[in-house]
């Protein structure tokens, strides 16, 4: 028999090498996988039984006896045993039937196992015993075979879907048979025998094992990045949100080798089945409470969650109809977007099919990032889509728009060329059909701008600008305004003229201004008359004791001074309105000293104390004196009128920027809220708590608008009902000549 044990010596001895190449590779991949590190221990036990059967055989064919025998022996014993648990717990894992702490149950079991040999060894020493006597010792091993190999072998067979690679099953399953060999006739000779079957099977099961955990997962990574790149292309070509998750989900259920995919999104307080994969298509469209199954799960805790047996693993509320009935291992991962979950997706295996491990979840998580991608995706697609029929919508009916108006519309760029003119201007200037062309070189001189940087300026600071023109004896009015929004860098893309016809207007004006005139001046002449008659009168009954006439009088008295200050107001806003600019230098200082002195006396009879607070060194106006005089004369009028008696009103003037600001405050009774956008509306009177006695036409602050526009200024207030109110005006100060509005 030399040549018998010489083939099984080189068997060994290559089975020893192999083995602890296999050991090294598996614990350099990943030695914190639980399947790697039960087979390195499956690994150790073989080399152990290897190496006591390399030096038994060797022992053998030197026809050597010596102490070194025992130690073969106990070493075939220890790798014997310790590989019979170190394959059931190999098998177990790989079927995911192992429970919590099964790791720690296998290695306490191998620590058992070695005092229980220790034991054996001493018992045999007293014993006695030798390489061809092997009867007392192996058959003590029986038991360990027949509870852990029988025990693998039951699993294999009954969760043989689980283990998808034949190569693997094939060499459990030898390397079971090898150990059973050795317990049949446990000589050296069918010891041997069974040592050399087994070898083969670790051979087998190491190749097997490379590939499943090394091998197969790079051959698979390629594919896995083609089809990654394949569902971006199919994302970003602007397909259906729909298709894409269909198409998501079959990869997904390829790449996992799941019997089932589904995709769940999150709406308002629910979850629906927006996409599936191997499940039924009725479930399409199934909406669960949000809170419910592993899908609520995953979404609230934004977390994933891999269970190898759903019937036994998952206590909560159910997924899907019959999920206890058929689903085995479940991964669900959340679909993160931003901060928030907005979905989830989940793979599914029938109840003996295979188990997903880590790698599985995380290429699940790939998965879900283009799930995620499509469905943000899907939605700008959406809003795109919307936007643009919206923006086609408003397009269409603004050109039917400027189509049909009767106002010439035209649109020229920041090189002042034409880019649009509707057909009212074509009407008006043939040669803008033209487009591209120079707006100069088309449209006559007078119906331009006077100046181009004037009307810059005021277009930029005020955002429109506006001037009369007159074409074919009509009169117009051109408002321009800005084409775009300005950039930081670029500005504004071009500017819009409209052409307004006010030449009927302008007539109705004019003739309305000349009625006016015509009725006050006609008003005027015998309300004076009436005014000098009642002044007569008073003068005459001075003396007579009858209060009752002498009241009457003061009424009309009263009433027809009341008639002569609304005529003259309503003059005055046509001699303002209508009036050309006259402007000359004007003192701030001296506007204001002027109002307060003639206020005092009005003050001083209601009892309200009067304030004048005059900043230093203010800059000079252009403007009338008399106007700005009368419209800041107007508002501390009414300042004073509506204070209580021992009230207090103060006038101030100073610089703010480029501007000078008038300012006319009182601690009066203020302004309503709802009633302030109207107050310098004409004849708009406030309704005050407290005013119901105090006269007024309606005109001042309508007057002291006019004046200030005029002047390219501002007016607003300041009130809070029975807080006071502050009235405001801003005017362009003169800066080294010029006026503030100018410069800037």
Known sequence: MPSFYSTALMINAITLVMALGFLMIILWHDR??????????????????????????????????TAFERI???????????ASLSLYALTATLVSVHQTRFRLFVFVGLAALLVYQYIIARTAQFMGYSLTNL??????????????????????????????????????????????????????????????????????????????????????RNSQVEAMHSMSLAITSQIALESALVQIAEQAGQWLKADGVAIFLKELDRIRLAAVYGFPEPFKGIALPQDEGVAGEVIRTKRPIRLGNYPQDWTNLNDLPLSMQTFGAVACVPLISGKEAIGALMVVSGRHGRIFGPEDVYLLEMLGVQVTIAIIHGE???????????????????????????????????????????????????????I??????????????????????????????????????????????????ATANEGVEGWVAVLNDVTQLKEYDRLKSEMVRMTSHDLKNPLQAAMAHVDLIADELKDEPNDDLNHSIRVIEKQLNRMYRIIGGVLDMERIRKGKKAFQTCHP?????????????????????????????????????????????????????FTPANGQVTLSVRLEGSDVLF??????????????????????????????????????LHLVKTVVENHDGRVWLESAEGNGTAFYVSIPAMLDGMMAADVQ
């Open 72 to 82: 073969a022996v106990n070493m075939m014993q220890i790798g014997f045993s310790a």
């Open 436 to 485: 591209s062309q120079p707006i100069t070189e088309i449209l006559p001189p007078d119906v331009l701008p006077d100046s181009y940087l004037q009307t810059y300026r005021q277009v930029r600071q005020h955002r429109t600008y506006s001037y009369d023109v007159v074409i074919a004896e009509k009169v117009y009015v051109a408002h321009l305004t800005s084409l775009g929004r």
């Open 135 to 220: 009867n007392t010792t192996f058959r003590l091993h029986a038991i360990i075979f027949a509870i852990f190999n029988g025990t693998a072998l039951y699993l294999l067979w009954r969760y043989r879907a689980r283990i998808p690679h034949v190569s693997l099953r094939l060499g459990l399953v030898t390397f079971t048979i090898g150990q059973g060999i050795s317990l049949m006739n446990p000589t050296l000779q069918t010891l041997t025998l069974s040592i050399m079957v087994s070898s083969g099977a670790v051979v087998l099961l190491g190749a097997a094992f490379l590939r499943q955990e090394i091998i197969l997962p790079l051959r698979e």
């Open 589 to 641: 200082e001296a506007i204001l000293r002027n109002v307060a002195a003639d206020m005092v006396e009005m003050a001083d009879n209601k009892h309200i104390k009067l304030q004048s607070e005059i900043a230093p060194d203010l800059p000079l106006l252009s403007g009338d004196a008399g106007q700005l005089e009368r419209a800041i004369s107007n508002l501390a009028e009414n300042a004073i009128k």
């Open 380 to 434: 700008l697609f959406n809003s795109q889509k919307l936007l643009t029929q919206q923006i086609e919508q408003a397009r269409n009916q603004f050109e039917t728009l400027l189509a049909s108006t009767e106002n010439p519309v035209i649109a020229v760029n920041r090189k002042l060329e034409l880019i649009f003119a509707n057909a009212a201007a074509e009407r008006l200037f043939p040669p803008l059909k033209y």
């Open 663 to 700: 300012e006319i405050k009182d601690n009066g009774i203020g302004i309503p809220q709802e009633d302030q956008p109207r107050v310098f509306e004409s004849f708009f009177r406030a309704n005050q708590k407290g005013a119901e006695h105090i006269s007024g036409t309606g005109l001042g």
């Open 32 to 65: 914190h996988k639980i399947q790697n590190q039960f087979f390195a221990t499956f690994l150790i036990a073989v080399t152990l039984w290897s190496t006591g059967s390399l030096l038994s055989i060797a022992f053998i064919l030197f026809e050597q006896s």
